[in-house]
């Protein structure tokens, strides 16, 4: 089954770090470009980062010098490593897989079911 489940929201102060980790399963993770959104209440959901398969990172300004993407090919698995949270980071992250063509086949775009970041003192 083609997935992608994320893990390590919680709550955090500000100031704080977390880290989310997205597992991706089967041929996702061929796909070139994964990343991450975000979706605060009353919110559009936005583009946190972006990382290709080859390790090509880029991410949003609101976010730059705080949040690291990466990606570890052989565990089949992205992260976001977050530092210096502030309450307006607080939002349900999304794992992306953005649409893709290999092997003869589009495949994507793919959704995680979102894991909660709250930073609150």
């Known amino acids: 089954q083609v997935q992608l489940v994320e893990s390590g929201g919680g709550l955090v102060q500000p100031g704080g770090s977390l880290r989310l980790s997205c597992q991706a399963s089967?041929?996702?993770?061929?796909?070139?470009?994964m990343g991450w959104y975000r979706q605060a209440p009353g919110k559009e959901r936005e583009l946190v980062a972006t990382?290709?398969?080859?390790?090509?990172?880029n991410s949003v300004d609101s976010v730059k010098g705080r949040f690291t993407i990466s990606r570890d090919n052989a565990k089949n698995t992205v992260y976001l490593q977050m530092n210096s949270l502030k309450p307006e980071d607080t939002a349900v992250y999304y794992c992306?897989?953005?649409?893709?063509?290999?092997?003869?086949?589009?495949?994507?775009?793919?959704w995680g079911q979102g894991t909660q970041v709250t930073v609150s003192s």
């Open positions: 089967g041929i996702i993770f061929s796909i070139n470009v």
């Open positions: 992306h897989a953005q649409r893709d063509f290999f092997g003869s086949t589009w495949y994507g775009p793919y």
């Open positions: 990382i290709t398969r080859s390790g090509r990172a």
